[in-house]
């Protein structure tokens, strides 16, 4: 089946999010959505989840699903807002546990910080399968970006989250704690090894030099031939070279610390403090 697939840009932060619809019906799923957060001032606004929540009420869609490709480390996820107002079950891949580990410590949180997932309502193995309505995602494994990224196959299209970019911008960073340039090229592998006509949904652009537009579909094929890193038959060991010298040159992204405090407890903020409100931690020299 061919989903009705329609996308939203955050020019804040380049995503896409994506309203993934049952074509024979009108249930739906939401991946990746976005929390707005101004850094400088530590505030939220939801102009892009409201965007999102309009859309929905508008074609009176039943969101069954809250879609997560893994712990985001460039936007807050608007997941809890959006079940609140619109219901669905969040979901994000079996390994966001490690995710929760690691950055436990690295942000000192106590033991009433869970890290078994539970904040999620499923968690997703490789060759899980859901459904949406009447039409079937099968979920891939696809680490290597962090140990938690998942691919989700719905009908003819596959959201790759950051495992992969437009075929002209190449793919995702790997230098994160518990990512892998190995690993991340065996990923795109299982992804490419896809039919060639399988539509690529991604889950950042950034415009590679040259282009004009932003762009965020591609096809396994046109992946394949094309993309900057991977594609022509390109080598593990000329990916690790490459992707590992790239990575020691990128800064970390500007809304990594309160990312990922946030989405790893499913886009709920820490608890209240004793008076009243709610903080975030920057851990110095640690990231």
């Not at 033991?111 to 099968?138: K, M, N």
């Amino acid at each position: 089946m061919q989903p009705e697939i329609s996308a939203f840009f955050d020019d804040a932060t380049n995503t896409i999010s994506y309203v993934v619809r049952d074509p024979g019906g009108n249930a739906c799923a939401i991946i990746d959505s976005v929390l707005d957060f101004d850094y400088s001032s530590g505030r939220t606004d939801t102009r892009s989840a409201d965007r999102i929540i309009a859309h929905v009420q508008d074609h009176a869609l039943n969101v069954q699903w809250l879609l997560e490709t893994h712990v985001h480390a460039d936007h807050l996820s608007a997941a809890p807002y959006l079940q609140d107002r619109l219901g669905g079950k969040i979901g994000i891949g079996a390994n966001i546990r490690q995710v929760q580990d690691v950055f436990g410590k690295v942000f000192n949180e106590g033991t009433e910080f869970q890290r078994d997932g539970s904040q999620f309502d499923q968690l997703f193995q490789d060759g899980d399968s859901l459904h949406i309505g009447q039409l079937r995602g099968d979920v891939l494994h696809t680490p290597g970006h962090t140990p938690a990224c998942l691919t989700y196959v719905i009908g003819d299209a596959a959201f790759v989250g950051d495992t992969l970019f437009m075929p002209d911008f190449g793919t995702a960073r790997c230098d994160f704690p518990g990512g892998s340039s190995s690993d991340l090229f065996d990923s795109i592998q299982k992804i490419l090894s896809l039919p060639d006509e399988t539509r690529i949904f991604v889950g950042h652009d950034y415009k590679a030099p040259g282009r004009e537009e932003f762009a965020w579909e591609s096809t396994v094929g046109a992946q394949k031939a094309r993309n900057v890193h991977v594609g022509d038959g390109a080598s593990r060991e000329d990916f690790v070279a490459l992707r590992d010298t790239r990575d020691a040159q990128l800064d970390m992204p500007k809304l990594i610390i309160p990312s990922i405090q946030v989405n790893m407890r499913a886009g709920q903020f820490p608890p209240e403090e004793d008076d009243g409100s709610v903080y975030l931690k920057v851990p110095v020299n640690k990231l």
